[in-house]
Structures are given as C-alpha cells and as structure tokens.
C-alpha cells in the first residue's frame, strides 16, 4: 500500500496537484508500482489533514490520466505499463526543464553559464 509518509505538502500549488504529482513522480522513480493500492480517501484525507473533497479530486485525476483503478465502494489501484511510465518520465522531466530554464533567464543566465552549471552539479553527489 502506499503509505504517503514522503509526501510533504507546500504552498504554490493546489494539494490535489501535489498529491498526483506524487503518485506520479514516484511511479517514475519506482517507488510506486502497477497494482500498488491506494489508501480509501477518507484515510489519506484524515492522514494528511485535508479535506476528502481534495483527495477525491487527486484520485478522480489519477483516475482521469489512466494511472489508477477504482470502482465505488471498491479499493484503487496503480495500473501503470512500461509505456506510461515512460510517457509519465518524460512529461516531468519536460516540466522540471521548463521550469528551471524560465528560471534560469529570470536571472539573466545565458545558455552557456546554465550548461556549465549543469555541468558543475551534475558530479555532486
């Protein structure tokens, strides 16, 4: 079962998105894998101190993007392939960039000065 004890939540974005930005970061990282079970709703809500609401709309989203199973009354499960996993990869690793790229230029560094920061971080551990 996913426990959801990494998950820290903070400001900036709605906490139904963090919750799926969860599932789905840790689905790529492999921490969360095809037929995992999720916790009921009212479990997580309670769990994480949020309203049931917020989680049902999480969850109506994993359901939505095709990452999770659920039927009324029922437990939900992860359903997850190699093929969406890779798709999941891909669509963060294209937000992470965006977002530090717009960053990046917010500070006036060039390509350069970014790429040799790359770079310089890249070797530490």
């Known amino acids: 079962m996913?426990?959801?004890?990494?998950?820290?939540?903070s400001g900036g974005m709605p906490i139904y998105l963090q919750i799926l930005n969860f599932v789905k970061r840790g689905i790529v990282a492999g921490t969360i894998v095809d037929g995992d079970?999720?916790?009921?709703?009212?479990?997580?809500?309670?769990?994480?101190?949020?309203?049931p609401n917020t989680v049902q709309k999480a969850f109506k989203a994993?359901?939505?993007?095709?990452?999770?199973?659920?039927?009324?009354?029922?437990?939900?499960?992860v359903n997850v392939t190699k093929r969406v996993i890779e798709r999941?990869?891909?669509?963060?690793?294209?937000?992470?960039?965006r977002n530090i790229t717009d960053v990046l230029k917010q500070m006036g560094i060039t390509k350069d000065e970014a790429?040799?920061?790359?770079a310089k971080y890249w070797e530490v551990d």
Not at 2 to 9: E, G, R
Not at 62 to 77: M, V
Not at 115 to 118: E, M, R, V
């Open 37 to 51: 079970e999720l916790p009921s709703r009212r479990v997580l809500s309670a769990r994480l101190g949020i309203n």
């Open 2 to 9: 996913i426990t959801f004890d990494d998950f820290k939540a």
């Open 62 to 77: 994993l359901e939505d993007e095709g990452l999770i199973l659920s039927r009324s009354g029922a437990k939900s499960y």
């Open 115 to 118: 790429l040799n920061l790359i």
């Open 88 to 97: 999941l990869k891909e669509e963060l690793l294209m937000e992470d960039v």
